[in-house]
């Protein structure tokens, strides 16, 4: 009976088994069901948290499980090939990214056709642009119109937009050369385009002949690319095993880099843009700092033939490259070893390949008339995502990054099935490398010490570098 | 928890701590209030009374979080960074210290928003807490944290084992004469009750509350919740106590063989049988924190195992004369072990080192470790209940109570201030405040998930089993970094390349000119760095000597201190 009064007494009336009898204090755990169950059946389940790390142990072993799982899940779900863009005729020669409609892409075929591509997966628009091979093509970057080189020296200017009915498929613009030009590529500002074949000419839209033409001794280019960022500066590929860099504001090139084989291509990273990676013949690629020519900084290896094209990221972390081995292999910038490989049954040799703009998509176009979609990323599931789902991927990616070390994790996210040849002929590389380097240090052994220097690898493929 | 930083960028100050600076810059502000001269900035600032008369916004930037907070989540320690010319990796430990910062951060902010308080008991100044009983306990709280305390009385199949499931929602109970029943025990609804027409040596929960096992005279089997009798492995014979590694899906047995065996339950398969050649094992434990089994043999010692060595890890001695029951904390700190020779010891298991050792009269014949430390010790028939044994010695008990029969299975219920006592007159749940954690996790162990719930708690426990191949001493070597395997493969690397890639630069001095670059000065330049690096070698040797040194004077004096009042002797002492 004398209840009522010690309960007025406690400093916590609000909670109802808290009384003093006696002068004892006492609390024992009495939780309300109703906080931890959802009221009705529409609501979603209640989960309260609680991260203290003593009520989850094993958090390292638990996190090395899950990691486990989402690398042998990432291996099971790696799909990467998407569709055949069939419909040429003869060998796909080049590509052109839209750089407005994500969903538009150009090719040019050895028989002189060019073919336009949506990822509807089917062919919009068919022209017989030159006679013989189309060696380049470039979208003006305004979207509107195209230019085309081919075989039959001649650059023509095209429209986007596909002719109405009854109207003839007609160049805006075509302009005659010297000699057969191989390689074309625009401003990214500017109504100014480059094409390179005996020389590299910079031509203004609006004039017939070349604005100024650049030769740095007798030889042909292969390819030639406008920098993204620094507008002016170019770079191109010459048969003579150089890259030369020029500034369209000069008389002269601006230097050259000579290397021990020749290279086919090269690309600028689009976000780094001092970088560039070119595609060799000695079955490498090459990153330079466009300042520091004297070696490459990343020597990427792993084809086990002649590459033949290169394209980046949009996000400049990575890049694709495209073999006469027929396969495809993606590179992050800075490793000297792929992270991915591609190759089909019927894929033959790759000769050119682009990375999407939007970074999901990667096309490759091969010998064999065909244009293949690819995913950039083999187990990246394509369409919208629930944000738990996303949540989900972004954490496991993160597990995967964490744990990636380990040796079964490894083992299993570095394994990649390669066709036999290819296998076979990776084996033959490493053993043959192998021998070169023994051979090398069983020379240094026995000769006088500081008379054989160690040459790494980087610097062992650059002859020189001129001004 | 809101983040009010919207008006400054200066780090979180309290209105309390403002001082007189604080009051002087209020009075130049007036002044330039008055000569229209105030910076924007200051125009952000809240005055407590400024030149407008706004009143100071007393709480501003993010609330401070409590040290012993930031403390309770935090994982290892924060290596050196590495050095300059190693910028990339320098860039990943940077981002990655700074993201586990946040996320220490975060946890602890949640950590003050918990809704549960923990339950205690305190008595009158002059009243010991163990004189309390459950009656004057149960009067004054209330109805259904008093329903906790309750009686079953089963005289016929005594005494009784009992096991918690994980959840703490369902108990399970098995008389040594075959009695076994499972219960939802706060509603009280029976799930299943049968005799098994055998002695039961001990029961266990499997990972949830639909699979038990039950070591029978002969076999150990497997039941469903139901009671139906889903498996009877041969294997595993003669089985007297079970431990249940819940992450792990291991059931660990012991038995009268001295077989040590473990069960994977998630396949079926045994995972090994390690002969302990100790004989009969009839005291087991296991350590929660690193899922190492815990035995005690009648010489005395208590020895760990592993599924993966066929050897224990570690013997110790522990008592003379044999062991009669051990127990391990929740974060694996520290053994609780009892036995012949009536003491009640408690291990630092980390240093395998002795804290506190206690006699008993009776001695203590089952022991159990509540979430909070708690730990309860069965003396006969009474229940004793000790708080914070590991710490200062303690004289009496937190709780007592007189059970029917001779206890013969302690159990704290995981979550709730309840201790499960079997005994031989049936089974008694006793209410103990403070024994559980308040705050469970909803993804780990939810006494109030659905059956959707528990179902998909079960793919992921199953999809995240820990392979047994994992349990060690340390559970988190896994995140270590292998300096000896990376050593070794840096020395392959050397060997492969013919030259060391990682080798730093001998330091060759740059040619100058001006007359600065005489052979003789080139030399002593090459000194000069020789010298400093050894200067910093040196310089680091005699820190930390005088560290040791520093510890060791301090450690001395502390025992001196120890070793209390002076003697008659001292004056001669130097």
């Known amino acids: ?117 949506l990822t509807k997966r089917e062919c919009v628009r068919t022209l017989q642009a030159h006679e013989g091979f189309v060696r380049g093509m470039v ?20 429209k986007m937009e596909t002719p109405g009915y009854g109207e003839e498929e007609e160049p805006l ?28 000419d910079i031509w203004d839209e609006q004039r017939s002949s070349p604005i100024r033409s650049f030769s740095w001794g007798v030889d042909s280019f292969s390819c030639v690319r406008f920098n993204p960022v620094e507008t002016e500066l170019l770079a191109s590929c010459a048969s003579d095993r150089s890259i030369v860099l020029y500034d369209m504001r000069e008389a002269t090139p601006l230097k050259k880099v000579i290397m021990n084989m020749r290279s086919n291509t090269l690309c600028w990273n689009p976000m780094e843009a001092y970088n560039f990676t070119c595609s060799n013949e000695d079955y490498n690629l090459y990153t330079y700092d466009m300042r520091y020519l004297d070696k490459p900084f ?25 073999s006469f081995d027929k396969t495809i292999r993606i590179f992050p910038k800075d490793s000297g070893h792929s992270r991915e490989v591609y190759h089909t049954k019927r894929m033959q040799h790759v000769i050119s390949i682009k990375w999407s703009s939007d970074n999901k998509y ?21 369409g919208l995502l629930a944000p738990r789902e996303k949540a989900a991927v972004n954490y496991s990616q993160k597990l995967k990054e964490k744990f990636q070390h380990h040796p079964q994790i490894r083992r299993i996210s570095h394994h990649r099935h390669l066709p036999k040849s290819i296998y076979s002929q990776t084996k033959e590389l490493r053993v043959m490398k192998e021998a070169r380097r023994r051979k090398e240090r069983n020379v240094r052994k026995h000769s006088k010490p500081g008379s054989m220097p160690v040459v790494t690898e980087k610097e062992k493929h650059v002859v020189t570098v001129v001004k | 928890m809101i983040d009010i930083c919207l008006f400054c960028n200066q780090p979180p100050t309290r209105y309390w701590e403002r001082t007189e600076e604080d009051g002087k810059n209020d009075g ?109 306990i149960v009067d004054a709280v209330d109805i259904t944290a008093g329903a906790k305390y309750f009686n079953l009385t089963l005289s016929q199949f005594g005494p009784y084992r009992l096991d918690y499931s994980k959840t703490g929602r369902h108990l399970l109970l098995g008389g040594r004469r075959g009695h076994v029943t499972c219960l939802d025990w706060q509603s009280k609804q029976l799930m299943c009750e049968m005799n098994v027409m055998e002695t039961v040596n001990d029961v266990k929960w499997l990972h949830s509350e639909a699979l038990f096992a039950v070591a029978q005279k002969k076999w150990l089997y497997i039941y469903d919740n139901k009671g139906i009798e889903l498996h009877c492995i041969r294997k595993f014979n003669d089985v007297l ?38 004989g009969r094992l009839d005291v087991m434990a296991h350590n929660p924190h690193n899922a190492i089994i815990h035995l005690g043999h009648s010489n005395g010692t208590v020895t760990l195992w592993t599924p993966n060595q066929r050897e224990p890890l570690v013997k110790m001695l522990c008592h003379q004369g ?23 010891k408690v291990y630092d298991i980390r240093a395998y080192r002795p804290l506190q050792s206690y006699f008993l009269p009776a001695g203590a014949s089952c022991l159990s470790l509540s979430q909070r430390g708690l730990l309860s010790a069965a003396t006969g028939d009474i229940v004793q209940v000790y708080r914070d044994v590991w710490g200062i010695p303690v004289t009496k008990p937190y709780m007592a109570h007189r059970a029917k029969g001779s206890v013969w299975g302690v159990h704290f219920c995981p979550f709730e201030d309840v201790l499960g006592v079997g005994h031989g007159e049936g089974f008694t749940s006793m209410v103990v405040p403070g024994a559980g954690e308040p705050n469970f996790d909803g993804l780990d162990a939810n006494p109030y998930r659905s059956a959707k719930q528990r179902q998909e708690w079960e793919v992921k426990a199953l999809l995240e089993k820990i392979q047994p191949e994992l349990i060690g001493l340390d559970p988190s070597q896994l995140s270590q970094v292998d300096h000896s395997t990376w050593e070794q493969r840096h020395e392959d690397r050397v060997q492969v390349l013919g030259f060391d890639p990682l080798a730093k630069e001998k330091f060759t001095p740059r040619l100058k000119t001006k007359g600065r670059s005489s052979s003789g000065k080139v030399e002593k330049r090459k000194k000069q760095v020789a010298h400093e690096d050894q200067r910093d070698v040196i310089r680091q040797t005699v820190e930390d000597r005088m560290k040791i040194d520093k510890e060791r004077k301090e450690k001395e004096k502390k025992k001196a201190a120890a070793a209390g009042q002076k003697s008659a002797l001292d004056r001669f002492r130097k």
């Open chain 1, 173 to 200: 613009n075509t302009i005659l050369g010297k000699s057969v030009f191989t390689s074309i590529d625009h401003h990214q500002k500017e109504g100014v385009f480059v094409t390179c074949g005996q020389q590299v």
């Open chain 1, 1 to 117: 009976q004398h209840l009522p009064a010690l309960t007025a007494l406690s400093p916590f009336p609000e909670f109802p088994y808290f009384i003093h009898i006696h002068a004892m204090k006492v609390k024992v755990l009495s939780r309300n069901p109703d906080d931890y169950v959802r009221e009705t059946k529409l609501d979603i389940q209640r989960v309260p948290r609680n991260y203290d790390p003593s009520l989850h142990p094993f958090e390292v072993p638990r996190e090395y499980t899950r990691a486990l799982n989402a690398t042998k899940l990432e291996r099971v779900f790696a799909k990467p090939f998407l569709a055949s863009l069939d419909g040429h005729r003869d060998g796909v020669n080049c590509m052109a990214k839209h750089p407005k409609s994500l969903s538009t892409m150009l090719s040019g075929s050895c028989d002189g056709e060019v073919v336009w591509n």
């Open chain 2, 322 to 344: 044999g062991v009669r029951s051990v127990a391990v904390d929740k974060t694996g700190t520290y053994m609780v072990t009892s036995g012949m020779d009536k003491k009640l």
């Open chain 1, 298 to 322: 990343t020597v990427h290896m792993d084809h086990v033939s002649a590459v033949l094209d290169v394209d980046y990221s949009p996000t400049g972390k990575e890049f694709v490259s495209a």
């Open chain 2, 28 to 136: 130049k502000k007036q002044k330039e209030g008055d000569n229209n001269e105030q910076t924007p900035q200051q125009n952000n600032t809240r005055t407590k009374k400024g030149g407008n008369g706004r009143s100071i916004y007393p709480f501003p930037g993010s609330a401070p979080v409590p040290e012993e907070k930031l403390k309770k989540f935090r994982r290892g320690v924060k290596g050196e960074l590495p050095p300059r010319p190693q910028y990339k990796l320098r860039d990943v430990v940077i981002r990655s210290e700074a993201a586990s910062d946040l996320a220490q951060k975060q946890n602890a902010r949640y950590d003050l928003m918990l809704p549960e308080d923990a339950g205690f008991l305190e008595g009158d100044e002059d009243e010991d807490t163990c004189t309390i009983s459950q009656d004057d």
């Open chain 1, 139 to 158: 979208v003006r970057f305004c979207g509107t119109s195209f230019f085309t080189v081919g075989d039959d020296k001649t650059i023509k200017q095209w």
């Open chain 1, 362 to 382: 990667i096309l490759s176009a091969s010998d064999e008339m065909n244009i293949r979609l690819w995913k950039a990323n083999a187990a990246e599931k394509l």
């Open chain 2, 241 to 278: 106590r079970m431990q249940f590694l819940p992450y792990h899906f291991l059931l660990a047995t012991a038995s009268a063989t001295g077989f040590l065996q473990y069960l994977d339950v998630s396949v079926g398969k045994e995972v090994v049988a390690i002969c302990t050649k100790a």
